[in-house]
């Protein structure tokens, strides 16, 4: 899914052409990821909650029936559902691995065969990294992740080191880096790209796909040949696949903002 394009441009200066082809497409998919794209980090992953801004653009949006919304996160199916709590929208839990929303209900099989292998390797993580403060351990069943946000930084690379030291030998599972956290994942070809996707194809053909995200596992949307508008949330100096940036979550929620806009402008 790899491509090369010209350095990404700012969403917001194109909001003009990207209007323009919603207006001439039969519908539009708006995917998104959560932590660092709809939601502000917080210092421990339960700690995050949906500002009300983005949770009423989201309602808002999937009142428009030529719009499906969506959801991919690293986060658990079940935590993301709970987190985000609209109706009617697509969610991808476990970095895509687990999806469910209109006409979808998915979990890769051969991630769900490697349930057992994450559980065990999550709980010697656990008991390996007891000794580093802050670190917490989080098993979200098809996945698991090791966040240190909290970890003091001269402690930050002995718990990489000890991360990767326990990973050796451990056939069919891959780790992940990601902003303050290590994804541990079974090692399948599926990720957020695939996700995305599948979600596309059943939206069918006409259909205008965005996707905003934040971090090096969305880098997976941003190679897809089936999606033009990708969108990472990022210092304009970051590489990225990604053809558009925007600056923070609050320019996510400014966008989003304009697409609401758009949606009721369009239903009069």
């Known amino acids: 899914m790899g491509r090369s394009?010209?350095?990404p441009k700012y969403l917001l200066d194109q909001w003009p052409r990207l209007a323009l082809e919603l207006g001439r497409s039969r519908s539009a998919c708006i995917l998104l990821d959560f932590d660092g794209t709809l939601s502000p980090f917080a210092a421990k992953p339960h700690l995050v909650t949906?500002?009300?801004?983005?949770?009423?653009?989201?309602?808002?949006?999937?009142q428009d029936r030529r719009i499906r919304v969506g959801v991919i996160s690293g986060r658990s199916l079940a935590d993301i559902r709970q987190m985000v709590g609209v109706p009617g929208i697509y969610y991808a839990g476990n970095h895509g691995l687990e999806l469910e929303g209109p006409d979808l209900k998915f979990a890769h099989p051969c991630a769900e065969e490697r349930r057992g292998e994450v559980a065990d390797f999550a709980g010697a993580l656990t008991r390996l990294l007891s000794g580093f403060e802050g670190a917490i351990v989080e098993?979200?069943?098809?996945?698991?992740?090791?966040h240190y946000r909290l970890v003091r930084r001269g402690e930050v690379e002995p718990?990489?080191?000890a991360v990767e030291e326990e990973a050796r030998g451990r056939r069919g599972l891959v780790l992940r880096h990601g902003?303050?956290?290590?994804?541990i994942r079974p090692d399948?070809?599926?990720?957020?790209?695939?996700?995305?996707?599948?979600v596309i194809t059943i939206m069918?053909?006409?259909?205008?796909?965005?996707?905003?995200?934040?971090?090096?596992?969305?880098?997976?949307?941003?190679r897809s040949p089936m999606i033009h508008w990708t969108v990472r949330v990022m210092d304009p100096a970051t590489p990225t696949a990604a053809r558009y940036w925007l600056r923070s979550v609050?320019?996510?929620?400014?966008?989003l903002g304009k697409l609401v806009s758009w949606s009721s402008a369009a239903r009069r």
């Open 250 to 255: 609050a320019e996510v929620h400014a966008f």
């Open 159 to 161: 718990l990489l080191r």
């Open 179 to 183: 902003k303050r956290v290590v994804e």
């Open 188 to 198: 399948i070809p599926w990720g957020k790209g695939e996700a995305a996707e599948l």
């Open 139 to 146: 098993d979200k069943g098809l996945t698991a992740s090791v």
């Open 5 to 7: 394009h010209l350095p």
């Open 204 to 222: 069918g053909e006409g259909c205008l796909p965005v996707y905003v995200g934040d971090d090096e596992t969305d880098e997976e949307a941003f």
């Open 50 to 62: 949906i500002p009300a801004e983005a949770k009423s653009a989201l309602i808002e949006l999937s």
